[in-house]
């Protein structure tokens, strides 16, 4: 069945440099790819998505390239602040004809230290 | 508009019992999602409804189930509670079907069996 890896699971960055998570996923018909952070206490909430036609995609600090080819994709934070730490699931899709699913990377935890 | 709501947040059972939790989706969000979060195991995919129908299911004994009334709303249900059923569980609501667009989660209702 498809499978989702995360790398690192954990991460330590200084306020102000950039974070890198990387994911990669066994699936070559998954076409929609999301990114969700969970913050203490709370459930988890979209930050980026990008579907497979797009190959990058970028919302101010906070960037998504997908590599079809490869069958990996990866977030891209720039310009950290204290307010990214938090756990970061990668998912994958698959859109079948009689039912869809997303599958959850393990996750990472991002640590921005002042 | 309001988010996903769950009820309770917090939920103490013993061995054997049975427990409901109960999810209200974001209005006009038809497909709502259940996922156990634990630790080790990260983000499990438990069941999807959407229209009143169990459109999806995942890798769970028969002791999980759920249902999806007219108005959207879910309720999950666990029987004969065991110890490692102790998790967070998340619901999450969608437009349409959860593969093909973004997740919208509660802040889930954390169950510990002791």
């Known amino acids: 069945g498809e499978n989702v890896e995360q790398h690192p699971s954990t991460l330590s960055v200084q306020e102000g440099d950039s974070a890198v998570i990387k994911c990669t996923y066994s699936d070559s018909a998954s076409n929609y790819f999301p990114w969700y952070k969970q913050e203490l206490g709370k459930g988890p909430q979209l930050i980026i998505d990008?579907?497979?036609?797009?190959g990058e995609k970028k919302d101010q600090r906070i960037a998504v390239t997908l590599n079809k080819t490869a069958k990996h994709f990866s977030l891209h934070i720039t310009e950290t602040q204290p307010e990214d730490s938090a756990v970061y699931f990668c998912?994958?899709?698959?859109?079948?004809?009689?039912?869809?699913?997303?599958?959850f990377g393990p996750g990472t935890s991002l640590s921005v230290i002042p | 508009k309001a988010g996903v709501t769950q009820t309770p947040r917090y939920l103490i059972k013993t061995r054997g019992q049975q427990v409901t939790l109960s999810c209200s989706p974001i209005?006009?969000?038809?497909?709502v999602s259940w996922y156990q979060q634990t630790p080790g195991q990260g983000l499990q995919f438990l069941f999807e409804y959407f229209s009143e129908t169990q459109r999806n299911k995942g890798n769970f004994p028969g002791r999980f189930s759920g249902r999806q009334f007219s108005n959207s709303r879910s309720e999950m249900n666990v029987s004969t509670l065991e110890l490692g059923d102790s998790a967070l569980y998340l619901c999450a609501s969608s437009l349409v079907r959860g593969g093909s667009s973004p997740l919208h989660f509660g802040n889930g209702t954390r169950l510990t069996v002791t």
């Open positions: 998912a994958a899709s698959i859109i079948e004809t009689s039912y869809d699913k997303v599958i």
């Open positions: 990008i579907r497979s036609n797009v």
């Open positions: 209005s006009g969000h038809r497909s």
